[in-house]
């Protein structure tokens, strides 16, 4: 059992080591920028530093991920005092640049470094967007329980299971409206409550970070950036539903996040935030990280519960629901990384602060990575119901290249593309759905007009087939059937009948797949054949005339 | 339309001894019995529903998606395999939908394998010939996938030619459930998936195997046989299996797809505790 923490003593010391400091250089080492040469410019800033012999006064900060992927690496200086500077696209040459003309200065002119891009603070991409998830992200170090204490965490997870009961914490959630962040979009203090009213002495929650959908990282950024909230709002979820332990199940891609989860994990035992007598009252939660093996059927969770489980990731049928039976035939909940994200800010605000920001039905905010022919791609946070137009035109800056806005596809390879004429609807669960897509995750695929429509369609229909587990017949032949007349249309022998036989063997593959993942598949070809049918149609070749056929040749 | 084992009696259990349940199948009001399947009400009544995967005597599957029907008030298309009867339940057991649905289902599995009945084993007990003439699939709309699995014929007794091979994992169950060996299990995912033996061993070579024969008999169509078997020739029994379940207690019914997550030493002592 490790030592119990001091949540007030642990922030004071940290935020007395910062004040000892002039300036601090927080540095993004998420997978984005880690990828684009973030731990040169990290060593670089460090080597100027030390040579400069100012390490006393000088911080350079590992941080999670800011968001403005496509300008990375960045790199953030924050005086004493002031307002920030954000450098993009930062080289070792340009760190150095940093470090000489911004950090070793005087300390009194605050010079920015001139050679390297600086970002205006007042960039669209960030004006519109409101951080509660991602509050942390890109300011604190990951991998330091201190700095996620000295930002107020783990606060939200002391005042619940020192003022509030189980009951109070869960109406809390009911009372917030929070809704599943995976991409269904189920009231998450309803599937609470389900595994608090079932019956058991086993229960078990767990944090589903499969995310796999193409081009989708909300919940890998959340997981590297900020992974201490990911835990809190674990034990507290925990605490609410009584729950003994639990499960973050993430995919082996994502290496920064298993290692940083590993590290918080570790963190937290050694200051018991979990495992017995957290934070010395009677709650005990032993939390485990598993790894995926790289299929994305095992996002959905009765697939995800037969892989932790060791079996292979097949979805099983429901009912009976996982909080019935589930890991092991005990009542189980899975929530997905963002949602349980959100809930140290609403234990910690109170359900009406987040109530308060969204739309009525769809309270809250929502992460979004932008992805696709855009000037500026990365990871967003915006409050439920910004228009689809504020995101692509405004925070993204349009469309690359001086292209046109084509479509945008939200939820992956389950959900659909939207035309320009939606683009000022509202982002939300029901909106989205109405236009026969779905939020999703949170991926947001924008296309320009050289895209075709169908090859589009293709290249998911394809995703589908690799990764349709074969359990069903429907999900397992249909989409391979689906792949092959759309391959015939894209490549110019598509006929009518083939169209035809398309449009049905959709239909049938959406009602009858047993799980999610066959009954979405049809999706990103239902919607674009809604909204550009005359893309098909003109791939289309003649029927031949059926006396020709007779001649012999018809094998 | 194939003959279908239709119990004479409810099967044993934990039902009442009753049919209390009363519940419209298609406009018709009947009374099915307390934790009783649409599946085998209809069954009982007479009601067709075509079936794959499924095979009284070992836990449901739910992968072939022929047995959906429609319930009023529910927007999916459940099961009729794995839905229970509830009071007051509303379900048609055919419509135009279903119909279209199952008949691509169908010509989906037929496009999928190599089926050419003349040259098979099984052609007149076969479950999926059945399915072709219940359903009325006399063309297959599809690209033919023409697959080239191995035939593994390596087992003294019996044959795996996989390209007949619908994945319904009738014989990974009875084996693993039945006969407690577990010789049978799919590899892969998707259209990759494959029946194997042992750790993908030849058959003849898994050192697990009874040489039982029940997975042969189980099979839906002409991918297991016995050796020297000419076309046509092939005579499944699927219905042993219950037969057998039904001997070792007739506890299966409270399986379900769960049961498949129990621990195996609980199934495997639960086995031990029932065999007569």
């Known amino acids: 059992m490790g030592k119990l923490i001091d949540l007030d003593a642990m922030r004071d010391a940290e935020l007395a080591d910062r004040s000892r400091r002039t300036h601090r250089a927080l540095v993004c080492s998420s997978t984005g920028c880690l990828s684009a040469g973030a731990a040169g410019v990290r060593a670089a800033l460090e080597e100027e530093i030390e040579a400069a012999d100012r390490a006393e006064t000088l911080q350079v900060v590992p941080t999670g991920c800011p968001g403005l992927c496509s300008r990375g690496p960045l790199v953030q200086v924050e005086p004493r005092a002031g307002p920030a500077t954000l450098y993009a696209e930062v080289d070792p040459d340009g760190a150095r640049s940093i470090a000489r003309d911004h950090l070793l200065g005087d ?32 300011r604190i170090d990951p991998d330091r329980l201190e700095d996620y204490v000295a930002a107020g965490g783990y606060r939200a997870l002391y005042d619940t299971l020192t003022t509030m009961t189980p009951e109070q914490a869960l109406t809390a959630v009911e009372r917030s ?3 599943g962040r995976g991409g269904a979009g189920y009231p998450t203090g309803r599937k609470w409550r389900l595994l608090a009213e079932a019956p058991g002495d086993h229960k078990v929650v767990v944090a589903n970070g499969d995310e796999g959908d193409p081009g989708a990282f909300m919940d890998r950024t959340i997981m590297d950036s900020d992974p201490h909230r990911v835990l809190e709002g674990l034990v507290i979820a925990a605490y609410a539903t009584g729950a003994e332990r639990g499960y973050i199940y993430v995919r082996a891609e994502y290496p920064l996040a298993i290692e940083r989860l590993e590290r918080a994990i570790r963190a937290a035992k050694r200051s018991r935030l979990l495992g017995k007598g957290v934070l010395g009252t009677d709650l005990s939660f032993d939390l485990q990280i598993r790894v995926g093996a790289g299929a994305f059927v095992c996002g959905e969770e009765t697939a995800l519960m037969a892989s932790i489980e060791g079996r292979r990731g097949l979805p099983q049928l429901r009912p009976p629901y996982p909080t019935e039976r589930g890991l092991w035939g005990e009542p189980t909940m899975i929530n997905n990384v963002e949602t349980l994200a959100n809930i140290p800010a609403i234990l910690g605000n109170g359900p009406e602060w987040f109530a308060a920001m969204g739309t009525a039905d769809s309270p809250g905010t929502k992460v979004f990575a932008l992805a696709g022919s855009l000037v ?26 001086g292209r046109r806005f084509k479509a945008a596809q939200t939820g992956g390879p389950s959900g659909g593309c939207i035309p320009e004429r939606f683009l000022d609807t509202p982002v939300d669960y029901e909106h989205l759905r109405a236009l026969g897509s779905m939020m999703g995750s949170g991926g947001l695929v924008v296309i320009d007009d050289t895209v075709n429509m169908p090859e589009f369609a293709r290249f998911y229909m394809a995703f589908c087939r690799d990764e349709s587990c074969g359990k069903c017949v429907p999900c ?3 989409t391979v059937q689906l792949h092959a007349l759309l391959d015939r249309i894209c490549n110019g022998q598509g006929r009518r009948r083939d169209l035809q036989h398309l449009e049905s063997l959709c239909r049938t593959v959406q009602v009858t797949s047993l799980c999610g993942l066959g009954q979405s598949a049809p999706n990103p070809v239902v919607s674009t054949l809604e909204h550009f049918r005359d893309e098909y149609e003109a791939l289309l070749v003649e029927e031949p005339v059926p006396s020709a056929v007779v001649t012999g040749d018809a094998s | 339309m194939s003959a279908r084992p239709v119990p004479p009696t409810p099967p044993a259990g934990p039902r009442s001894a009753r049919p209390t349940v009363s519940v419209t199948l298609d ?53 009729a395999c794995a839905t229970e009867v509830s009071a007051d339940m509303d379900v048609r057991s ?40 219940e359903t009325g699939v006399d063309h297959v709309p599809y690209e033919l996938a023409f697959p080239s699995h191995e035939v593994d014929a390596s087992h003294p007794l019996f044959v795996l030619d996989r390209d007949r091979c619908v994945l319904c994992t009738r014989c990974v169950r009875v084996c693993d ?30 050192a697990s195997c009874t040489s039982c024969g029940k997975c042969v008999a189980a099979c839906p169509t002409g991918a297991l046989y016995h050796q020297g078997t000419a076309s046509g020739e092939r005579r499944p029994d699927p219905e042993l299996i219950a037969f057998l379940a039904d001997a070792r207690g007739g506890v299966w019914e409270q399986r379900d797809n769960g049961a498949a997550s129990q621990p195996r030493d609980a199934a495997g002592s639960h086995e031990q505790g029932t065999t007569p």
């Open chain 1, 107 to 138: 300390g009194t002119g605050d010079q920015v470094a001139a050679d390297v891009e600086v970002v205006p603070a007042d960039l669209p991409f960030f004006a519109h967007q409101t951080k509660v998830v991602l509050a942390n992200a890109g």
């Open chain 2, 27 to 79: 406009g018709e009001e009947v009374l099915a019995f307390p934790g009783e399947t649409v599946l085998a009400l209809a069954r009982r009544l007479g009601v067709p529903i075509p079936t794959l995967c499924q095979l009284d005597g070992v836990s449901v599957y739910g992968g072939c998606r022929l047995c959906v029907v429609e319930v009023e008030g529910e927007h999916r298309l459940p099961l």
């Open chain 1, 177 to 179: 409206g929070l809704r």
């Open chain 1, 476 to 478: 397992r032949v249909g």
């Open chain 2, 177 to 206: 459930e039945i006969e407690g060996a577990h010789v049978w299990d799919i590899a892969q995912r998707g259209n990759d998936a494959r029946l194997v033996a042992g750790m993908d061993q030849p058959w003849g070579e898994v």
């Open chain 1, 376 to 401: 500026t791609t990365g990871l967003i946070e915006v409050p439920m119901g910004i228009s689809l137009r504020t995101i692509v035109e405004d925070m993204a800056d349009g469309i690359a290249g």
């Open chain 2, 94 to 133: 055919t419509s135009s939908q279903l119909r279209d649905h199952r008949r691509r289902i169908v010509a989906l599995l037929f496009a999928e394998g190599s089926h050419v009945c003349a040259a098979c084993v099984a052609s007149g007990a076969c479950e999926l010939q059945d399915l072709a003439t």
